[in-house]
């Protein structure tokens, strides 16, 4: 019965999420020209919502042609850069992590303060560097060390590395402080006088009890990488889902939808997952 | 406090850099030195614009002759200024809302969480530039609105898109506190809800939101940097139609628009989208600094208590 209760619950939070993304793709009409067209917009509102709940048809930016199989192929294109992106970027943020702490354990504090200045620095400022950077390799060496704008050749390497570049320091910077908040609870001290090495207890006891609160700062990475996409999408040429969405109303709805569905169904289901494990435990 | 984070260097350093920056671009009477060509006596020409650094101007110029550090500066005060007033605006209106949010019945307040889950998963970027392109666009036969009209209306679109997020943070933090014993107490000792949030809730997470102000800040300066690499700058883009094919300009010398101009310069003439980029990057470390300083001040203050 509570499974069927959940079910019903999530399937309304997924309605409300999309009917408040359809409040913001007819936003534009309610200010069209800067005056208040309150009219216009129910009348917008009313016609996105048939259009969404009935599969009406959906165009795009020219009007012509039909959204639909397009989209998909879009967003395969752009999820696969952004999957790839996140693996990326955990790859980067463990690398740094453990360096940091198994070698350069003393200088720890320097450490974490360099991070602080890069994960502040814009995303696309560190981007338009990375780029400038492979540019000027190949105009002084004749090396070209990835493709850096999709012109007939698909640019692929430098994209998914600037997403995961900048959010990576950000994932440092929090696995960081959530392996020193591990470290000071007294297990670990047991575990030393035990003889157990540093790894050892690293890699065995400290990552598995962090997993749960990492996992939790995963929506606000997610997000912001998607926010890098973008950029990304536009300084490469790629022409993918985010920069199709901008095109018009249509594509902006349906990649919104796209977007927030699937997430929103997955975080869902690891919330339960993850309380009814502690409820057990506890 | 004062003296506290005077003693830091990296706080002095860039606080100075700020406020030097933004006084001396209000200062400045916004007038940019061009200097078309270089000839020697005889009239031959000896260089022509773009300038690198060091050589005519200081910091370069750009295509037109223009120099950049002059640029820099006069666009220093809608940057900095934009950022600073949607960043307040932000915190400002979220904190006023969660006051009242945060002591809803937990049914209504999970349905305010899901009503507003949509814009913690689709990003800020994409909201704002697909509400303003409409507006801040110009259409074929110029802007039909006034300047001031256009900037307002941005700078609304770039506060309201945090809120729901920033909102939801904030009284999630309140309702933490909220649970503590001591609110229990105060409550059975007959504190109305009015003097519970000032007097016992403020004290507790104040300190965060002087911290969420600096990442707010960084937040706006970076979707501000997003819009104008789009080509979407503070107040409108202007768009030479017809025979020429000019990229859109940016009304005010706002820095992102400079990007947005001349990103095409990125595989020749580097310099001049690097100029921009150098001060985005110092002015988002130096608010990044003038943060860490003050988290620093608040976990000193918080040992000097547990000591005592």
């Keep these: ?282 | 406090m004062a003296i506290f984070l005077l003693k830091r260097k990296r706080f002095v350093v860039s606080v100075l850099f700020l406020v030097t920056l933004f006084s001396w671009s209000i200062i400045n009477n916004g007038e940019i030195e061009q200097i078309r060509f270089i000839t020697d006596k005889s009239g031959n020409l000896l260089d022509a614009p773009p300038y690198p650094p060091f050589t005519v101007f200081l910091l370069g110029s750009d295509k037109l002759g223009y120099d950049l550090g002059q640029m820099m500066i006069a666009g220093a005060k809608y940057t900095i200024g934009i950022t600073l007033i949607v960043a307040i605006l932000r915190m400002v209106l979220s904190i006023i809302l969660s006051a009242f949010i945060y002591s809803l019945k937990p049914r209504i307040y999970s349905v305010m969480k899901s009503i507003f889950e949509p814009f913690s998963v689709v990003p800020q970027t994409i909201i704002a530039f697909f509400i303003l392109v409409s507006v801040l666009w110009m259409p074929i036969d110029g802007f039909p609105n006034p300047f001031w009209q256009r900037a307002l209306f941005e700078t609304a679109i770039l506060v309201i898109i945090a809120i729901p997020n920033l909102t939801i943070q904030l009284s999630d933090e309140m309702r933490q506190v909220e649970r503590e014993p001591f609110i229990e107490a105060a409550k059975i000792l007959g504190a109305s809800k009015i003097s519970i949030f000032f007097k016992h809730i403020v004290p507790h997470v104040y300190e965060k939101w002087i911290l969420l102000f600096g990442q707010q800040f960084i937040q706006a300066l970076q979707l501000l940097a997003h819009l104008g690499f789009m080509k979407l700058f503070f107040g409108g883009s202007f768009i030479a139609y017809g025979d020429s094919n000019d990229p859109p300009r940016s009304i005010s010398y706002e820095w992102s628009g400079v990007i947005g101009d001349s990103i095409s310069y990125l595989f020749s003439d580097q310099w001049i989208i690097l100029v921009p980029i150098i001060f985005f990057v110092l002015t988002a470390i130096s608010v990044a600094l003038i943060n860490d300083s003050v988290k620093a001040y608040f976990q000193s203050k918080a040992n000097n208590q547990a000591k005592k």
């Design chain 1, 1 to 282: 019965m509570t499974v069927v209760k959940k079910l019903v619950s999530l399937f309304l939070q997924c309605i409300i999420g999309v009917e408040v993304l359809i409040l913001i793709a007819a936003f534009p009409v309610l200010f069209a020209n800067l005056t208040i067209h309150i009219k216009e917009y129910f009348h917008a509102i009313l016609e996105l919502n048939v259009k969404v709940f009935t599969l009406g048809d959906f165009f795009t930016a020219d009007g012509k042609n039909s959204l639909f199989p397009f989209i998909f192929d879009r967003y395969f294109e752009s999820m696969k850069i952004l999957g790839l992106g996140i693996v990326t970027a955990c790859l980067i943020a463990f690398l740094i992590t453990y360096l940091s702490l198994i070698v350069f354990r003393k200088r720890l504090k320097a450490i974490k303060y360099l991070l602080e200045l890069l994960e502040s620095i814009p995303d696309l400022m560190l981007i338009l560097l990375l780029q400038m950077v492979v540019i000027l390799i190949y105009q002084k060496t004749g090396i070209k060390l990835a493709q850096v704008v999709s012109v007939r050749e698909k640019a692929f390497l430098l994209p998914v590395i600037s997403v995961s570049i900048p959010i990576s320091f950000y994932i440092t910077k929090v696995f960081i402080h959530y392996i020193e908040e591990e470290l000071e609870k007294q297990y670990i001290t047991l575990a030393k006088a035990k003889g157990l090495t540093f790894p050892y207890i690293l890699n065995l006891h400290v990552l598995r009890n962090i997993a749960d609160g990492m996992f939790g700062t995963s929506k606000t990475i997610f997000w912001s990488m998607l926010s890098t996409l973008l950029v990304v999408d536009y300084l490469f040429n790629m022409n993918g889902l985010l920069r199709v969405m901008l095109t018009g109303r249509d594509p902006f709805i349906i990649g919104c939808i796209l977007i927030f569905v699937p997430f929103f169904i997955l975080y869902r289901i690891y919330e339960w997952i993850s309380f009814d494990n502690r409820k057990d435990i506890g």
